[in-house]
T-cell receptor, first 112, second 111 residues
Framework: IAGITQAPTSQILAAGRRMTLRCTQD?????MYWYRQDLGLGLRLIHY???????GKGEVPDGYSVSRANTDDFPLTLASAVPSQTSVYFC???????????FGPGTRLTVL | GENVEQHPSTLSVQEGDSAVIKCTYS??????FPWYKQELGKRPQLIID?????GEKKDQRIAVTLNKTAKHFSLHITETQPEDSAVYFC??????????FGTGTRLQVFP
């Protein structure tokens, strides 16, 4: 793995189904983030984690949950998907020394 | 909490002209201001950033200026090229290290 990866690349999901988006980084960054990107609304923070074992809520956390069992992985779970969660989801990690956030390639999720 | 406003939402320029994108922020405690470029279908990537102890930073054809008193910062691209066409996002963060993004500017550079 080089950098930060996400899976799946895209997914079509029926409303009411449970879905977990995966995110893995190999840069040993402590801080990780989940954003959703919607046209005209930019990138909005869903949840974040400053270090393994801790998580926090962002701007739009409702309907989503996260866990951070170790430094590398930061999965995002939709317990019961709704059509308004149709979006592109980006995971990111932050390099402490510079503050730069590195983004994964994104997951395009469609909830029908 | 922090709020970041970005203007314009779209910008069209002729190749070789300059482009300027402006952002304002609300939280006076913000101290880190990055700019990201996102090409179609790709992930956002950092192109330049500035911290609150600096008023201007330049990297080849791109520059960022910061006015802490007015709480606004701007991205300047000179001698634009077609490959500069993309969506640009400004962002701001403070002591929480969480980035709040602007809503983006779609820049189109016409040959």
């Amino acid at each position: 793995i080089a950098g930060i990866t996400q899976a799946p690349t895209s997914q079509i999901l029926a409303a009411g189904r449970r879905m977990t988006l995966r995110c893995t980084q190999d840069m040993r960054h402590n801080a990780m983030y989940w954003y959703r990107q919607d046209l005209g609304l930019g990138l909005r923070l869903i949840h974040y984690s400053n270090t393994a074992g801790t998580t926090g809520k962002g701007e739009v956390p409702d309907g989503y949950s996260v866990s951070r069992a170790n430094t590398d992985d930061f999965p995002l779970t939709l317990a019961s998907a709704v059509p308004s969660q149709t979006s592109v989801y980006f995971c990111a990690s932050r390099q402490r020394s510079t503050g730069e956030q590195f983004f994964g390639p994104g997951t395009r999720l469609t909830v029908l | 909490g922090e709020n970041v406003e970005q203007h314009p939402s779209t910008l069209s320029v002729q190749e070789g002209d300059s482009a300027v994108i402006k952002c304002t922020y609300s939280d006076s405690a913000s101290n880190y201001f990055p700019w990201y470029k996102q090409e179609l279908g790709k992930r956002p990537q950092l192109i330049i950033d500035i911290r609150s102890n600096v008023g201007e930073k330049k990297d080849q054809r791109i520059a960022v200026t910061l006015n802490k008193t007015a709480k606004h910062f701007s991205l300047h691209i000179t001698e634009t090229q077609p490959e500069d066409s993309a969506v640009y996002f400004c962002a701001a963060s403070g002591n929480t290290d969480k980035l709040i993004f602007g809503t983006g500017t779609r820049l189109q550079v016409f040959p």
